[in-house]
């Protein structure tokens, strides 16, 4: 061991002190720093891991579109199934439309699925709360929840759509009557604006609602796994035989992603102060140290020793609370992300709002998930941050005179 080493240890840990105050608060603070970070953005990621697997899960991995509607799906889908990437593909055509019940009007969005193939590529049925996706024909529809407490649907109830189609006919003077259609099921993603404002029928329902014939708007695609949607949707856009382009989940919700990138940072951003504040306190220890052991430092000159060995020592110690500081962190933070959902219920149900966190936030469970990138920022921003709290005290230290410490009283 080196004695730059051994002196910074001696320091931090004085004979007859296991482990004294001023070295205990300093671990404490980057301690408790690292743990604020490593539970904020593992619950931060979790809820985007969550984000990201639901419109996986609703929207498949690559979507392909016409500039206009795609004449012949079934031609398309035989090619790109035929590509080793490809699990499964699955046509949808999609609008808004009116939805009235009981006088009660809604206008959302219509997606017509084609029930042969759907469930190869998203698995609504997951998502089902009442009823069943095997019920859904050509005179039934499915509901998402919001939308049906809205309007005072349930499952048997018979509402009326109203399509753009009804004004173009309207054009060339003809009439055509709003279709009824019967609720056989209710579905909850999870997604407040997707749970208000979605609809679910049979393709050749939507297909005849837009006059659409056998055309669709596009095709959805579930890939292999380990398959990268950017590369396989670049094949895709080679080879396409329409006037279209294949897009991945993650262009589609480019926005949507961008904002949860930027929670993220910010939140990043702001808890890394706590380590800076952290890193102060730090800073005050040793420069205080450096202060009451001025005599000492003049000695080790007199000794022989340079400027940058004696920094080294109180440098050192910067990067030993730093790392020991980590370190604590670390396993506090993962030990209260093993009991988050103890400790949220808990203080949900000392304050009475249990059932808020299902209505209102949507979840009985506090999701979790730190990648390694964030986890390796956390680490070396931890013990950068508090090796450059050791550099003032080591500076200071360095500069000091030996004769003139020697002489200080």
């Known amino acids: 061991m080196s004695w730059p080493f051994y002196l910074a240890l001696k320091q931090l840990f004085p004979s007859g002190k296991r482990f004294p105050f001023f070295t205990a608060i300093s671990v404490l603070g980057v301690g408790l720093g690292v743990t604020v970070l490593i539970v904020s953005l593992a619950i931060m990621g979790g809820f985007g891991q969550g984000n990201r697997d639901l419109i996986i899960k609703t929207q498949g991995e690559v979507q392909v579109r016409a500039h206009g509607l795609i004449d012949d799906p079934a031609a398309l889908i035989k090619q790109l199934e035929a590509m080793p990437e490809v699990a499964a593909a699955t046509p949808f055509a999609e609008g808004v439309v009116m939805l009235q019940h ?233 030990t209260a992300l093993h009991f988050r959902n103890d400790i949220i219920f808990a203080i949900a149900r000392a304050t009475g709002g249990t059932e808020a966190l299902a209505n209102v936030y949507q979840f009985t469970k506090v999701p979790a998930h730190l990648s390694g990138g964030d986890f390796a920022t956390i680490v070396i921003s931890t013990i950068v941050i508090s090796t450059v709290a050791g550099l003032l005290p080591a500076w200071r230290a360095a500069r000091l005179n030996p004769v003139e410490a020697l002489r200080n009283e």
């Not at 056998?214 to 856009?237: Q, T």
């Not at 450096?290 to 340079?306: F, Y």
Request: net charge negative.
């Open 102 to 334: 009981q006088g009660r009007p809604s206008f959302p969005a219509m997606q017509g699925l084609d029930l042969s193939r759907v469930e190869k590529v998203t698995p609504l049925e997951d998502f089902i709360v009442v009823g069943s996706l095997d019920e859904l024909d050509d005179d039934s529809i499915i509901l998402s929840s919001i939308l049906a407490e809205n309007i005072g649907a349930r499952i048997g109830s018979t509402v009326e759509i109203f399509s753009p189609l009804m004004l173009e006919k309207l054009k060339n003077d003809e009439v055509l009557l709003p279709r009824g259609l019967k609720v056989v099921g209710i579905f909850q993603i999870g997604h407040q604006q997707l749970d208000s404002s979605v609809v679910l029928v049979t393709l050749r329902l939507m297909q005849d609602l837009y006059g659409l014939g056998d055309s669709v708007h596009g095709i959805n695609l579930k890939l292999v796994p380990d398959a990268d949607p950017f590369m396989v949707a670049r094949d895709i856009n080679l080879a396409l035989p329409i006037d279209g382009r294949a897009i991945t989940w993650m262009e589609i919700n480019h926005d949507f992603l961008y904002a949860l990138q930027l929670e993220k940072n910010m939140m990043f951003f702001l808890l890394l102060f706590i380590v800076i504040v952290a890193a102060f306190s730090v800073t005050s220890s040793l420069l205080i140290a450096v202060v009451r052991k001025t005599r000492e430092i003049g000695l080790l000159g007199a000794l022989g020793a340079s400027p940058m060995q004696v920094a080294a020592c109180f440098c050192l110690q910067g990067v030993f609370i730093g790392v020991t500081g980590t370190i604590a962190g670390i396993v506090t933070g993962f």
